[in-house]
């Protein structure tokens, strides 16, 4: 199975500040069919991005994903108060599908 | 617009076989698209256990294979997931999801359902 891993595990931010995060793939993800999904505390994962780079209906263009192969990213240009959150990555090009560890972004 | 819902009991005992339901509203599951279960523990993340798809092909994780099967219920417009054999580390939040592409996809959430596994 492919093996995510998203780095870094926390990032300190100010509202404002642009979030850079990365998921690495220990093989090259098929179709490029990577997910970025946001979590806050309580609720369900929402897809955020899928296909590396294709934002989901009703998100701001202020998130974006990018890449391919084995190495992907998803910023977010200026951090507003509600996306202080937990970050996974999931590759669903072969099955298992499987999902990165997390990065918390955290208000500095 | 589509919705899932989770339901079953949130307690387990050990051995036994963990039973949950995910209720579809707003899409009939037998038009299309693959329905799936994923797991969430502090121990394990996320995890993504299986899906079938809405002609009923299944497609498990490799390490729930022996333990796991999934099925439709199309005159109820649901699917449903057994996990058989269940321990403490069964215990979870568990997610049904709707997926697009593939069958590892997982597009659309349901709110999850907490089970914990304990005598």
């Known amino acids: 199975e492919i093996v995510l891993t998203q780095s870094p595990g926390t990032l300190s931010l100010s509202p404002g500040e642009r979030a850079t995060l990365s998921c690495r793939a220990s093989q090259s993800v098929g179709g490029n069919y990577l997910a970025w999904f946001q979590q806050k505390p309580g609720q369900a994962p929402r897809l955020l991005i899928y296909?590396?780079?294709s934002r989901d209906g009703g998100i701001p263009d202020r998130f974006s994903g990018s890449g391919s192969g084995t190495d992907f990213t998803l910023t977010i240009s200026r951090l507003e108060s509600e996306d202080f959150a937990v970050y996974y990555c999931?590759?669903?090009?072969?099955?298992?599908?499987?999902f990165g560890q997390g990065t918390r972004v955290e208000i500095k | 617009q589509t919705q899932l819902q989770e339901s079953g009991p949130g307690l387990v005992k050990p051995s036994e076989t963990l039973s949950l339901t995910c209720g579809v509203s707003g899409y009939f599951i037998n038009s299309g698209h693959f329905w799936g279960w994923i797991r969430q523990s502090p121990a394990k993340g996320l995890e993504w256990m299986g899906s079938?798809?809405?002609?009923?092909?299944?497609y498990y994780n490799p390490s729930l294979k022996s333990r796991v099967t999934m099925s439709l219920d199309t005159s109820r417009n649901q699917f449903s997931l057994n996990l058989s054999s269940v321990t403490v580390a069964d215990t979870a939040v568990y997610y049904c999801?709707?997926?697009?592409?593939?069958?590892?996809?997982?597009?659309?959430w349901g709110r999850g359902t907490l089970v914990t596994v304990s005598s």
């Open positions: 079938i798809s809405h002609s009923g092909n299944t």
């Open positions: 999931q590759q669903y090009g072969s099955t298992p599908g499987t």
């Open positions: 999801a709707r997926g697009i592409s593939t069958p590892s996809a997982a597009g659309l």
């Open positions: 296909a590396a780079s």
